[in-house]
């Protein structure tokens, strides 16, 4: 069964889902944290998902950007991931208000991206942050000995 983190908000919905290791049985640490995931997007009237490459490593970097930034109700988390197959900004406005953007690019398509920039609140970011913590629980960062 496939986890999720979802980023929604007006007209636009970021779903990032996880469905395990990318190599169950790997020979050292780099290879033990790469996940099989996708991306989903839905920005009005636009939609379309595709796979991504991310690590354990990276989501754990979302994960406390996001927390650390929720805890404040302030600053702006910026994340992109190694592939640079998503990159997101999720700003913290004073008014309580969150403003969500990025770019999803396939990183085996140099022609193929889609921006997006839409509204969201801080009860939406939390629950990100708890599907992220959700994903980290089922898919930690692993260590070969």
Not at 29 to 48: C, M, T, Y
Not at 60 to 68: C, D, F, G, S, T
């Amino acid at each position: 069964m496939p986890f999720q983190a979802n980023f929604f908000g007006e007209g636009c919905k970021i779903t990032i889902e996880f469905r395990d290791y990318e190599r169950p049985i790997a020979d050292n640490d780099d290879d033990a944290n790469w996940l099989r995931s996708s991306i989903h997007v839905e920005a009005d009237p636009f939609s379309g998902a595709f796979p991504v490459a991310l690590t354990t490593h990276e989501v754990i970097v979302l994960y406390e950007r996001l927390k650390k930034a929720y805890d404040s109700l302030s600053g702006t988390v910026a994340f992109q991931s190694t592939e640079e197959d998503l990159l997101l900004e999720i700003e913290f406005l004073a008014s309580g208000a969150t403003i969500i953007s990025g770019i999803a690019r396939p990183h085996t398509s140099s022609r193929a991206a889609l921006h997006f920039r839409f509204g969201s609140d801080q009860s939406a970011i939390g629950d990100s942050i708890r599907e992220l913590g959700l994903v980290l629980r089922r898919l930690p960062a692993r260590r070969i000995s």
